[in-house]
């Protein structure tokens, strides 16, 4: 239900004239109606006076049905279909309450107004000038006066628009347009002409808004939905394209263009669904081929280029291939420097290769874009530890392996190593000392890296075997001694040796 007031004050102010409606008296002898027809009269009246729009249209409907020559029927119906926001439907009402009663000049002044919201200039003109000649009311005068001069100057920037888009002039041509549907709000190919101009101008999403409006105000307007989805495309929001070129086969199935274009969309659509759930999967090996695919498909559209590369750039990322991941990321990077979703990827795969700096830069340029981000805040303050670590006691640096090693390649390292450096190994007393603690930190580095809690704690940026990062404190980080050491069996998965090498 809507309030009385709300309807009255909408009537009044986008049509000032149809509030002669509400108190349009009912002329029983005049119409020749039936007392039936009378009370359904007197009823959506009242309803419409309190804003029951709906219960009041159901009552004129069944004044109409029972008198079809009731021009009161009509037009009260008319003022309905108005305050509901559907022009369409009072228009021909309209254009009936003037075939019953010629001189309803409240009527025709009013499909003048419809008329001329839709862009039928010349037939709008033709009912303006004929209030002017029925004797109207001083207001109805002023108000038809007025509207033939607005027409006037709408005809003339229509000229000049049109002009301007043959010469290609398609700023001016916008400027026109701009004016005129500011009055003719309802002419779907002058919105049509608008989007074209945008087209040109190359603002896509400006013409997608006129060609929706064009969709809605023609009735089975193919041409429009076949546009918006080919706009939508272009952009690279497949999901759109694809809803909207089902829309224009629902009006025409056989629709050669339409049906053409869908296919590609949806065999383009189903190729990115898929490699999206292979991502959510984990498998990023069959994602980055799905978007490789997607990029064979749809080679002409530079914007699916580089969204296939930005989740390959991911896929990269997440399967901890930092080479692969650098290089992709970086080619999406120089076609949109700002990409977060790029930078924040190429910062990760940074942080394998150990290149600190870089993702501490990728990371602050991140957040440059997106200062609310926690994963790109976390990344930065990760970078950040890691890179003052790495000013210290690296563990992987100490055993010559990767940062995503797994446990097997550690272990082997950690033996080939320990057996290198241990101090048996050395009689000379210098030499000895220096095993020592090459040995040490052969073994913290062992210990830290088998384990996976330390593991995480050391990735994360934080030393588990440094009483300092641990504490806050002071300490030595080196505090395990070589006698804690000594006896360690570098073959074992850990524990203490069960028997000593001598070396001959």
Same mark, same amino acid.
């Given at each position: 239900?809507?309030?009385?007031? $709300?309807?009255?004050?909408?009537?009044?102010?986008?049509?000032?004239?149809?509030?002669?409606?509400?108190?349009?008296?009912?002329?029983?002898?005049?119409?020749?109606?039936?007392?039936?027809?009378?009370?359904?009269?007197?009823?959506?009246?009242?309803?419409?006076?309190?804003?029951?729009?709906?219960?009041?249209?159901?009552?004129?409907?069944?004044?109409? #049905?029972?008198?079809?020559?009731?021009?009161?029927?009509?037009?009260?119906?008319?003022?309905?279909?108005?305050?509901?926001?559907?022009?369409?439907?009072?228009?021909?009402?309209?254009?009936?309450?003037?075939?019953? &009663?010629?001189?309803?000049?409240?009527?025709?002044?009013?499909?003048?107004?419809?008329?001329?919201?839709?862009?039928?200039?010349?037939?709008?003109?033709?009912?303006?000038?004929?209030?002017?000649?029925?004797?109207?009311?001083?207001?109805?005068?002023?108000?038809?006066?007025?509207?033939?001069?607005?027409s006037d100057e709408m005809?003339?920037?229509? =000229?000049?628009?049109?002009?301007?888009?043959?010469?290609?002039?398609? =700023?001016?041509?916008?400027?026109?347009l701009d004016k005129i549907?500011?009055?003719?709000?309802?002419?779907?190919?002058?919105?049509?002409?608008?989007?074209?101009?945008?087209?040109?101008?190359?603002?896509?999403?400006?013409?997608?808004? !006129?060609?929706?409006?064009?969709?809605?105000?023609?009735?089975?307007? =193919?041409?429009?939905?076949?546009?918006?989805?080919?706009?939508?495309?272009?952009?690279?929001?497949?999901?759109? $394209?694809?809803?909207?070129?089902?829309?224009?086969?629902?009006?025409?199935?056989?629709?050669?263009?339409?049906?053409?274009?869908?296919?590609?969309?949806?065999?383009?659509?189903?190729?990115?669904?898929?490699?999206?759930?292979?991502?959510?999967?984990?498998?990023?090996?069959?994602?980055?081929?799905?978007?490789?695919?997607?990029?064979?498909?749809?080679?002409?559209?530079?914007?699916?280029?580089?969204?296939?590369?930005?989740?390959?750039? *991911?896929?990269?990322?997440?399967?901890?291939?930092?080479?692969?991941?650098?290089?992709?990321?970086?080619?999406?990077?120089? +076609?949109e420097p700002d990409n977060?979703?790029?930078?924040? !990827?190429?910062?990760?795969?940074?942080?394998?290769?150990?290149?600190?700096?870089?993702?501490?830069?990728?990371?602050?340029?991140?957040?440059? *874009?997106?200062?609310?981000?926690?994963?790109?805040?976390?990344?930065?303050?990760?970078?950040?530890?890691?890179?003052?670590?790495?000013?210290?006691? #690296?563990?992987?640096?100490?055993?010559?392996?990767?940062?995503? +090693?797994? &446990?097997?390649?550690?272990?082997? +390292?950690?033996?080939?190593?320990?057996?290198?450096? *241990?101090?048996?190994?050395?009689?000379?007393?210098?030499?000895?000392?220096? +095993?020592?603690?090459?040995?040490?930190?052969?073994?913290?580095?062992?210990?830290?890296?088998?384990?996976?809690?330390?593991? &995480?704690?050391?990735? #994360?940026?934080?030393?588990?075997?440094?009483?300092?990062?641990?504490?806050?404190?002071?300490?030595?980080?080196?505090?395990?001694?070589?006698?804690?050491?000594?006896?360690?069996?570098?073959? $074992?998965?850990?524990?203490?040796?069960?028997?000593?090498?001598?070396?001959?």
């Amino acid at each position: 239900m809507v309030a009385p007031s $709300s309807v009255t004050s909408r009537l009044g102010s986008v049509f000032p004239f149809l509030l002669v409606l509400v108190d349009l008296q009912y002329e029983g002898a005049e119409c020749g109606v039936n007392a039936d027809v009378e009370k359904h009269l007197e009823l959506g009246k009242k309803l419409l006076a309190a804003g029951q729009l709906a219960d009041a249209l159901s009552q004129f409907h069944a004044a109409v #049905d029972g008198d079809p020559d009731n021009y009161v029927a009509y037009y009260r119906r008319a003022t309905v279909f108005l305050a509901m926001g559907k022009s369409k439907a009072a228009l021909p009402d309209l254009t009936k309450v003037i075939e019953l &009663k010629v001189d309803f000049t409240a009527a025709r002044l009013q499909r003048g107004h419809l008329l001329l919201k839709q862009g039928k200039l010349d037939e709008a003109e033709d009912d303006f000038k004929k209030v002017l000649k029925s004797n109207p009311s001083e207001n109805e005068e002023k108000e038809a006066q007025s509207q033939l001069i607005k027409s006037d100057e709408m005809q003339r920037l229509r =000229t000049h628009a049109l002009d301007a888009f043959e010469n290609s002039d398609y =700023t001016a041509a916008i400027s026109f347009l701009d004016k005129i549907l500011e009055v003719c709000v309802w002419d779907a190919e002058l919105r049509e002409l608008r989007a074209e101009c945008f087209i040109k101008e190359g603002e896509p999403r400006k013409a997608i808004s !006129d060609l929706k409006a064009a969709s809605k105000l023609k009735n089975d307007n =193919t041409e429009a939905f076949y546009k918006i989805s080919t706009l939508y495309y272009q952009l690279g929001d497949h999901e759109l $394209s694809l809803s909207e070129v089902r829309e224009c086969l629902k009006l025409d199935q056989d629709h050669k263009r339409c049906f053409a274009h869908y296919k590609q969309v949806k065999k383009l659509n189903k190729l990115i669904e898929s490699a999206e759930e292979l991502i959510r999967e984990g498998r990023y090996t069959d994602a980055t081929s799905k978007y490789e695919s997607v990029m064979k498909l749809e080679p002409g559209v530079s914007e699916y280029t580089v969204r296939s590369k930005e989740r390959i750039c *991911h896929c990269f990322s997440k399967d901890a291939k930092p080479v692969e991941a650098i290089r992709v990321c970086s080619e999406v990077l120089q +076609a949109e420097p700002d990409n977060v979703n790029a930078l924040k !990827d190429r910062a990760e795969a940074y942080l394998i290769e150990e290149m600190y700096d870089e993702a501490i830069q990728d990371y602050e340029t991140a957040q440059e *874009h997106n200062e609310n981000d926690q994963q790109i805040r976390e990344g930065l303050e990760k970078a950040q530890r890691l890179l003052k670590q790495s000013q210290k006691r #690296d563990y992987y640096k100490i055993l010559g392996v990767k940062r995503n +090693a797994k &446990k097997q390649e550690i272990i082997k +390292a950690y033996r080939k190593l320990a057996m290198q450096w *241990h101090p048996d190994n050395f009689q000379n007393e210098e030499e000895k000392k220096k +095993a020592e603690k090459k040995f040490i930190d052969i073994a913290a580095a062992k210990e830290v890296l088998s384990d996976p809690e330390m593991r &995480k704690k050391f990735d #994360d940026g934080e030393d588990p075997l440094d009483a300092e990062s641990q504490q806050g404190g002071g300490g030595n980080p080196f505090h395990r001694s070589w006698n804690s050491w000594q006896g360690f069996n570098p073959f $074992s998965s850990g524990g203490p040796f069960r028997f000593k090498f001598h070396f001959n």
